[in-house]
């Protein structure tokens, strides 16, 4: 069963350049989420997509947009790319739930961005 | 104050030592509570899921859990040099976010 999977590894960009990073869920999972990790730090949230939908976001700015598709891969979109968006940036997905809010998060191996 | 507090290590013991790593928190509203382990330069893997006080133990791990004191712990039992990794807490509510801690990292010494 394959777990969370991300593209790309490893991304270069320039400031000012737009970015489209993408992820699917581990099998039988229909919500993601995405977290940009700096280096040294914890993960911070950005934003959860559940039915195609943005159920909850974090508190990062209009740059960072994404979508999810019918088949709940997703992709994440960074706009006018600053230097310190620099970071990992992971995926993570949760199974079907009744419960409010508190669902595993599956994390895949995440994608590294530079940007120069 | 950062809702989410690790002691950023790191913290070394020799193999085979009962390792203890702690999370303070300060939103009485977080309701569930994973622990992650990351290797550097990987995606973090869960390793624990807890939904209430108390303690859950799996295999060599167990995590506590005291929401009175806003407090979480994560044992490791008889550690080994593959433990050797940042180990995140990361409380949540029910707005489907995670708050990570900036990570504890462990080094256990052969």
């Known amino acids: 069963d394959a777990g969370v999977t991300q593209s790309p590894t490893h991304l270069i960009k320039t400031r000012g350049q737009q970015v489209t990073l993408r992820c699917s869920p581990k099998s039988g999972h229909d919500t993601v989420s995405w977290y940009q990790q700096a280096l040294g730090q914890g993960p911070q949230f950005i934003f959860q997509?559940?039915?195609?939908?943005?159920?909850q976001r974090g508190n990062f700015p209009d740059r960072f947009s994404g979508h999810q598709f019918p088949n709940y891969s997703s992709e994440l979109n960074v706009n006018a790319l600053l230097l310190g968006d620099s970071a990992l940036y992971l995926c993570a997905s949760s199974p079907p739930s009744g419960r409010a809010g508190g669902d595993e998060q599956f994390f895949g191996p995440g994608t590294r961005l530079t940007v120069l | 104050q950062k809702e989410v507090e690790q002691d950023p290590g790191p913290l070394s013991v020799p193999e085979g030592a009962i390792v203890s790593l702690n999370c303070t928190y300060s939103?009485?509203?977080?309701?569930?509570f994973m622990w992650y382990r990351q290797y550097s330069r990987k995606g973090p893997e869960l390793l624990m899921y807890?939904?209430?006080?108390g303690n859950k133990e799996d295999g060599r791990f167990t995590a506590q859990v005291d929401k009175s004191s806003k407090y979480i712990s994560l044992f490791i039992r008889d550690s080994q040099p593959s433990d050797s990794a940042t180990y995140l807490c990361?409380?949540?509510?029910?707005?489907?976010?995670?708050?990570f801690g900036s990570g504890t990292r462990l080094l256990v010494r052969p």
């Open positions: 990361a409380p949540g509510d029910s707005s489907y976010k995670l708050i």
């Open positions: 997509y559940y039915e195609e939908e943005e159920r």
């Open positions: 807890t939904y209430s006080s």
């Open positions: 939103n009485s509203a977080f309701q569930y």
